[in-house]
């Protein structure tokens, strides 16, 4: 890659100059990097980008898939286990299909195997837009589990199919029949190499107390069960998945509290870097991808992505209409009746199925030889720009309009339950301890008021018990604990400022007073 500095400086510049601007504006940072890496490609003196096609999946997919299953819940894909099914495997292999029948009526000579590839590359959608404004606008928790369930899995499945499609484009040959057993077969290769790539990283993980190097294993493990699942024809897709989704499950048994939240604070990052990243390298890469359809006509070019566009969204649409009245009339159990979602629900779902960063990195893997690459790649650009900006931009007001929203009271009942559970845990704890030599009457009788104290305070917002004041001591308490707290900080940094300590010793003790100020519930 020439110009590698001004490359560098450009995407840093870029990246943050975006997230801060969509941070101020509120609108979700996909959204507008989509917008400046377009603009930016254009912008004089910025250099051409090329990046190896061969690269593209490795470097970028492998964080990207185990983040978003290490923070999926297990428990939710298990309720939803046949809506995210249906949509994660269905729609996508009904979304490949349509694409691809309409882009091979539509574009003279492309041959199937690359009509199938960009069916693939558009099919799995991006849940980080819709569900940052699904959350801010308090869409019910349920219908958010399934945009994301739906998004984790329906990667997997979007990229066996892309694979096989890219497979056929190398060898000039395809299959139906074989394609179908193929799939099957990597999905299935890709989920036990997963496993058992987790199995191995938990036992390392359980005997390691340092935080770098914990966390430097937890950004390889994507990696490390991506790569020996493609050596070996696997999906390394599903393998990715499969050991993020255990080791999220497992992590809170085998990693400390220190390692927890670096990690968080490590994969916050990571994750937005990325994303952002590829966004913007995309503008960057736009310049030469048209100059490589120079003799294309401008109105041919945005009309077939247009056309293109409106199929992802008219299948999603047509199938989340269709599908649900079909289960419906073959399972009729009450306790699928209760979970059935009413159409504005559904109008929202098809709605949020934007597209993103996984179809980006697809896009930008296709081999060199693919038949007409720089088309496929402006092809999807144009169905991201269609369905993240347009899609994203409208869906606040589709939200509104349909008034699809919960009051949060689910939530905040499960999260009172949890602290009170706790609570009584901690106080069970230390009765347990009060027996015990080493332990002082002071100190156990100091720590059983407190939490005592803190039982009757949830029990009271509970409604179990009268509320005598309990809450407004308790904020008063904290409030004072909070300015406490800030005062030390302002100490620690008056004896830095004039040489009292060192730099690394008011780091320590800040991050003391950072974690205890953490614990406030103001």
């Known amino acids: 890659m020439d110009h590698l500095e001004i490359v560098l400086v450009t995407l840093l510049i870029a990246v943050t100059g975006l997230g801060a601007l969509a941070s101020r504006i509120g609108i979700p940072y996909p959204i507008l990097l989509v917008l400046g890496g377009l603009v930016l490609g254009f912008v004089p003196g910025i250099p051409d980008v090329e990046l190896e096609p061969e690269l593209v999946l490795v470097v970028f997919l492998p964080p990207l898939l185990y983040g978003a299953a290490f923070f999926t819940g297990l428990r939710e894909l298990r309720a939803d286990a046949r809506a995210i099914t249906l949509l994660s495997v269905g729609l996508v292999l009904a979304t490949t299909v349509s694409v691809a029948f309409t882009v091979h009526a539509l574009v003279t000579g492309l041959p199937w195997d690359a009509c199938f590839a960009l069916g693939a590359i558009v099919a799995p959608t991006d849940p980080v837009a819709a569900t940052e404004i699904s959350r801010r606008l308090a869409v019910p928790r349920r219908l958010i589990a399934v945009i994301e369930g739906e998004s984790l899995v ?9 694979k096989t499609a890219v497979a ?28 058992v790539v987790a199995r191995v990283i938990a036992a390392i993980r ?26 070996v024809g696997a999906s390394g897709v599903v393998a990715a998945v499969t050991t993020g989704i255990a080791m999220g499950w497992w992590a809170p048994t085998i990693v400390s509290p220190l390692v927890r939240q670096q990690g968080f604070a490590f994969w916050t990052l990571l994750t937005f870097l990325v994303n952002a990243t590829l966004f913007v390298l995309v503008g960057l890469q736009l310049p030469s991808i048209l ?12 009309g077939t992505a247009t056309v293109v ?23 009729r159990r009450p306790s699928q009746r209760e979970r059935r979602e009413g159409w ?12 993103g960063a996984v179809s980006l990195a697809a896009a930008l893997a296709l081999p060199a030889e693919t038949p007409q690459r720089d088309l496929l790649v402006f092809l999807t650009f144009g169905v991201i720009f269609a369905t ?14 349909l008034d699809v929203h919960e009051d949060g009271t689910d939530e905040q009942r499960e999260e009172l339950k949890a602290r009170l559970v706790a609570t009584q845990a901690a106080i069970a704890r230390i009765d347990d301890l009060a027996v015990e030599p080493w332990t002082r009457d002071d100190t156990v009788d100091r720590m059983r008021r407190m939490y005592d104290y803190r039982r009757r305070r949830l029990k009271a917002r509970a409604g179990k018990i009268e509320d005598d004041g309990y809450e407004d001591r308790s904020i008063a308490y904290q409030t004072m604990v909070r300015e406490v707290l800030e005062a030390q900080r302002a100490a620690i940094v008056a004896l830095r400022n004039e040489g009292t300590i060192s730099n690394d010793v008011m780091h320590r003790i800040e991050r003391e007073l950072d974690l205890e100020d953490q614990r406030l519930e103001i």
Do not use: K
């Open 344 to 355: 504005r629900g559904r109008v929202v779902s098809a709605w949020s199925g934007m597209r």
């Open 388 to 401: 993240l900006v347009l899609q994203g931009l409208t869906l606040p007001a589709l939200i509104r309009f």
């Open 206 to 231: 359980r005997r390691l107390d340092d935080p770098t190097i914990s966390v430097t294993i937890s950004l390889l493990s994507g990696y490390a069960a991506y790569i020996p699942a493609e050596a």
């Open 168 to 195: 056929a484009i190398t060898t000039g040959s395809f299959s139906l029949l074989e394609a179908g057993g193929r799939f099957l077969l990597a999905a299935a290769g890709g989920v036990a190499i997963g496993y």
């Open 291 to 302: 100059h490589g359809l120079s003799g294309e006509s401008p109105a041919w070019l945005i």
């Open 154 to 162: 329906n990667d997997a499945s979007a990229l066996v199919a892309y």
């Open 309 to 331: 566009a409106a199929v992802v969204t008219g299948t999603r649409l047509l199938w989340l209409f269709t599908t649900p009245y079909v289960i419906r009339a073959l399972d």
